[in-house]
Antibody, heavy 118, light 108 residues
Framework: QVQLQESGPGLVKPSETLSLTCAVS?????????WGWIRQPPGKGLEWIGS???????YYNPSLKSRVTISVDTSKNQFSLKLSSVTAADTAVYYC???????????WGQGTLVTVSS | SYELTQPPSVSVSPGQTARITCSGD??????AYWYQQKPGQAPVLVIY???ERPSGIPERFSGSSSGTTVTLTISGVQAEDEADYYC???????????FGGGTKLTVL
């Protein structure tokens, strides 16, 4: 059974960089699929942040592209998100998920709340 | 930027049929997907490639597509189906993914 688990600080100061890691178990990242990050501000809808292919190719939401970096560490079977220059608008539950070739997400982590506040 | 449009809310009585629509200009070219999200939980994929149902998803969930609109249909709605539902697709290039704004399904 594929399982994903997000980890990282729950509180980030404005203007700093948000960093999260997603540990994958039950499937080897290097075997294929895309690996993505999605976020959900409190009480609002889902927003795709970006995805990375197991080979390292990345695809980012144009609205966040200038601040986002997604990377993969196949040796640790995990992938990471960095979002720079955060503001209160970046406060959200951040999910990591496995993406199929056709573009949907079939396995999701439980999500982690990141609050941007001083 | 590309957008998918869903109604904010749909209400049905138990046993009735709920239909949730999602509209977008690129839907004739790109597959649509549907997720169910209950409070405090991660989304769950209930329909992929417009109308395919993942294993473990009840048969009462179905999807269809017509032009620039896709529809999630839940037949014989049960109380446990009360949740937020999100459609998801890609822009015309297939590069960038997008979610609809979500529809809150209320079972009366």
């Amino acid at each position: 059974q594929v399982q994903l688990q997000e980890s990282g600080p729950g509180l980030v100061k404005p203007s700093e960089t948000l960093s999260l890691t997603c540990a994958v178990s039950g499937y080897s990242i290097s075997s294929g699929y895309y690996w993505g990050w999605i976020r959900q501000p409190p009480g609002k809808g889902l927003e795709w942040i970006g995805s990375i292919y197991h080979s390292g190719s990345t695809y980012y939401n144009p609205s966040l592209k200038s601040r986002v970096t997604i990377s993969v560490d196949t040796s640790k079977n995990q992938f990471s998100l960095k979002l720079s220059s955060v503001t209160a608008a970046d406060t959200a539950v951040y999910y990591c998920a496995r993406g199929r070739e056709e573009g949907c997400f079939d396995y999701w982590g439980q999500g982690t709340l990141v609050t941007v506040s001083s | 930027s590309y957008e998918l449009t869903q109604p904010p809310s749909v209400s049905v009585s138990p046993g009735q049929t709920a239909r949730i629509t999602c509209s977008g200009d690129a839907l004739p070219k790109q597959y649509a997907y549907w997720y169910q999200q209950k409070p405090g939980q991660a989304p769950v994929l209930v329909i992929y490639k417009d109308s395919e149902r993942p294993s473990g998803i009840p048969e009462r969930f179905s999807g269809s597509s017509s032009g620039t609109t896709v529809t999630l249909t839940i037949s014989g709605v049960q109380a446990e189906d009360e949740a937020d539902y999100y459609c998801q697709s890609a822009d015309s290039s297939g590069t960038y993914l997008v979610f609809g704004g979500g529809t809150k399904l209320t079972v009366l």
